[in-house]
């Protein structure tokens, strides 16, 4: 347990690192093409635009970082003080404070956020601007002064103890040793918070001095990855081997490099061939000189090119530096899986890829296995969730209206992953359970989305359906009449269940809430709560266009008393792994009777104008009247 809270921690550290960086890297690219192209060694030497690169490397960047570190904690209040904060770090110190701004930022996000919390409701009407203002300017102006005579002398021994580091490490030999740490992390779960947590800010230092940095090709080499991917394209099985070229092109070309890390997690002594390609690149960046001029983000073969100083030596050091690492990955990877026992479940691979990281991959829906054609003569469509109450039964609601829309005769219903009847020829599922569902139902043709309330994959099925549907007419109104025999849906959705106006400071808190409201009403056991939370963490209760409908486990589905409902309304939005949900609808479902209003909500909020209204409405009544007119 506490090996995993460790991981827990780590992960979430990492994150939030990268978290401050990413949003900006826009900024980055930038910076790095005006120093290519106009510095005196530059494509098109220009000493007037020459004089854009050092005030965006010393003020805009670590601003730009300074205040998405604060809005990160305190939203818009809290990237404000960030940003003052940070300037205490930036004219403190003649380096680029990247690592300054990712301390200063957070803090004063943390402290104004502190200070919000403690005059909450204290202030009198009337005051609100004015205390928020100038709470915001004195506790930022105070930051802003301990950084300039405490954190920035601070931030700047220890940059330049690390450049030190850095340039004994090239002076000896040893920064190939570097690989043995960065590749497996970054193959865990590190990868964005190695690069521009930790290289981009030294980096950006040497650059500024010697005008360019190895620093910044040690996580962004390609070669590694492109070595064991092309393994799997000669020696690799099944759908491994199959889908290891496309998989190249995305990571080499894309710089994707998470894509890989599935290939090497399903044989894991590919982390050899990972730190051997690694060290080997290195060792050949050293030795021919190479080095950026630019963050390279993503990690493509086409962002290094771009970033890479202007002369013929160092176009050679680097595309030599990433040929001899992706030469030796792909030995030492082809010798591994010619060896040894190979598993063919990329899907679990991908899969526990994504608990490592500890959010949900971009990349994890690319390893789906791959479906034929739509079965002919479809007569059952299925959505599946865990819990079968919640998600599923929105998106069957929202599919079965276009099917009577499309005036096709084909049965849609929600269930349970684990109750998914074997008959079922069509399974819609989120991406992150398509696997689960494959293995239930392997003969059914599967479809992953990540958006119940306005997939594309709904139009596009409905299309492949019309031109083929013979769900017999009594099986439909068999289905019908069960639909209409549910108990009533009056008083599921109460005016004392509605809140509107409600902040939260993560998702967690937001689902806590919803399961207290339906603790209170007496609709579930106060242990549904909990299993709330685990739903969740399981797999996203974001349901698309802003909306989240938290519920608990299949297994808690005991716990539920009666069927109910809470309407949280959060105007600011709360994230959700990424997403932000404005409005929250907490779910107690019992016997089926939620059915019916849960299909009027899923509904309404297929529309993003009801969305918006609902999210500006001024009271319960109004709010429930936007839900109760579809």
Same mark, same amino acid.
């Given at each position: 347990?506490?090996?995993? /809270?460790?991981? #827990? ?40 635009? %020459? ?133 497996? %992390?970054?193959?865990?779960?590190? /990868? ?141 990877? *082809? ?5 040894? $026992? ?6 679990? %691979? ?97 479809? *992953? ?34 639909? /209409? ?8 959705? $109460? ?23 339906? #603790? ?78 849960? *299909?009027?909500? %899923? ?14 409405? $001024? ?12």
């Amino acid at each position: 347990m506490a090996q995993s /809270n460790i991981k #827990v921690a780590v992960q979430k550290f990492g994150n939030f690192l990268s978290s401050m960086v990413m949003p900006n890297i826009g900024a980055f690219i930038a910076w790095g093409l005006i120093t290519a192209l106009f510095i005196p060694t530059g494509f098109f030497s220009n000493e007037s635009l %020459a004089k854009l690169v050092d005030p965006m490397v010393k003020y805009l960047l670590p601003l730009l970082i300074g205040y998405t570190g604060g809005k990160l904690v305190h939203d818009q209040r809290g990237g404000v003080v960030g940003a003052i904060a940070t300037m205490g770090v930036i004219v403190g110190s003649d380096i680029p404070m990247f690592l300054g701004a990712m301390i200063m930022g957070p803090l004063g996000g943390y402290i104004i956020k502190k200070f919000d919390q403690f005059i909450e409701g204290k202030v009198k009407t009337g005051f609100e601007m004015l205390i928020n203002n100038f709470s915001a300017g004195i506790l930022g102006g105070i930051l802003a002064i301990l950084a300039f005579l405490g954190v920035s002398p601070a931030v700047d021994g220890f940059t330049g103890a690390l450049v030190v580091g850095v340039d004994w490490m090239v002076a000896h030999g040893l920064l190939p040793l570097t690989s043995i740490l960065i590749e497996p %992390a970054k193959i865990l779960f590190l /990868n964005n918070a190695i690069n521009h947590g930790i290289l981009s800010p030294i980096g950006a230092e040497q650059i500024r001095t010697n005008g360019q940095s190895i620093l910044l090709l040690l996580e962004t080499n390609p070669g590694p990855g492109l070595g064991i991917l092309l393994a799997y394209c000669f020696f690799g099985k099944g759908t491994a081997k199959q889908s290891a070229p496309g998989a190249a092109i995305i990571h080499f070309i894309g710089g994707i490099h998470e894509i890989y890390f599935p290939y090497v997690l399903m044989r894991p002594l590919l982390i050899i061939a990972a730190i051997l390609g690694g060290m080997s690149g290195v060792f050949t960046f050293v030795l021919l000189g190479g080095g950026l001029q630019a963050v390279a983000s993503p990690g493509s073969i086409l962002a290094i090119l771009a970033a890479t100083p202007g002369n013929a030596g160092s176009y050679v050091a680097n595309i030599s530096g990433v040929l001899v690492a992706a030469v030796v990955s792909f030995i030492v990877g *082809s010798l591994i899986l010619k060896t040894g $026992k190979q598993s063919e479940d990329l899907d679990e %691979a991908a899969r526990k890829m994504q608990e490592m990281k500890g959010k949900k991959s971009s990349v994890a829906g690319s390893f789906t296995k791959q479906q034929g054609e739509v079965p002919a003569s479809v007569q059952k469509i299925v959505f599946a969730c865990d819990a079968g109450m919640g998600s599923s039964a929105m998106g069957a609601s929202l599919l079965r209206k276009k099917v009577k829309q499309a005036d096709l005769n084909i049965s849609v219903t929600n269930t349970a992953i684990s109750n998914i009847p074997s008959d079922a020829q069509i399974v819609i599922t989120q991406e992150e359970l398509t696997p689960r569902a494959q293995n239930k139902v392997p003969d059914a043709y599967h479809i *992953s989305v990540d958006n119940f309330l306005s997939s594309p994959e709904y139009d596009k099925l409905i299309d492949q359906l019309k031109n083929d549907h013979t769900t017999s007419k009594a099986e439909e109104e068999k289905r019908v009449s069960a639909e /209409n025999n549910t108990d009533s849906n009056d008083g599921l959705l $109460k005016e004392e269940n509605v809140f509107l106006n409600q902040h939260f400071s993560s998702k967690e808190e937001a689902i806590r809430f919803a399961g207290s409201v339906l #603790v209170k009403g007496g609709y579930v056991e106060e242990n549904y709560v909990e299993a709330m939370i685990d739903r969740d963490n399981m797999t996203s209760t974001y349901m698309g266009n802003d909306v989240a409908i938290p519920h608990g486990t299949e297994e808690a589905k005991k716990n539920v008393l009666r069927s109910g409902f809470t309407v949280i309304q959060v105007p600011e939005g709360v994230d959700f792994d990424g997403e932000k949900v404005r409005l929250i609808f907490g779910i107690a479902g019992k016997d089926g009777t939620h059915l019916e209003i849960l *299909s009027g909500i %899923a509904i309404t909020c297929s529309d993003m104008d009801n969305i918006e209204k609902m999210v500006h409405a $001024k009271s319960a009544k109004e709010l429930m009247a936007i839900i109760q007119s579809n």
